[in-house]
């Protein structure tokens, strides 16, 4: 089972050559489409609708028709944001930043005990703790 980062979400619902051109990727988001483990955090739709918004992503059709479909493509299964998701993301343990949307995403992970798909370099460090597998790409 894995979850996607926000990025690495849109990044493969937009068919982005940095997730497409990974072999070691591609093949294990094909592994879980059949049993529906890719997993994505509620919070990812907000922070897609927040980028989008400001102008920071540029999406190829109206910012909810394309919630509507990324979410429902096959083998993605949305996680709900729990108390107990959110409890933890205000207590992990070790040192990571403070951007809500990470710390959301990494407890969702965490309790999940699904592999995190990102690039994204605070994540990755966080994860050399122990605390958290990822697989790291780009």
Do not use: C
């Amino acid at each position: 089972m894995i979850l996607l980062d926000t990025h690495a979400f849109v990044w493969l619902m937009e068919g982005d050559a940095k997730i497409t051109k990974n072999k070691k990727l591609v093949g294990l988001i094909e592994k879980n489409i059949p049993t529906q483990t890719i997993f994505v955090s509620e919070i990812s739709a907000w922070e897609i609708a927040m980028l989008e918004s400001k102008g920071r992503i540029k999406l190829n059709e109206p910012i909810e028709d394309w919630l509507e479909q990324a979410f429902s493509a096959p083998g993605i299964k949305s996680i709900n944001l729990t108390p107990k998701i959110i409890v933890d993301s205000v207590n992990l343990p070790g040192k990571f930043h403070a951007d809500p949307s990470d710390r959301l995403i990494v407890s969702t992970s965490r309790l999940l005990g699904a592999e995190l798909i990102t690039a994204d370099k605070e994540i990755i460090r966080y994860s050399k703790s122990g605390y958290l597998k990822v697989f790291r790409f780009v």
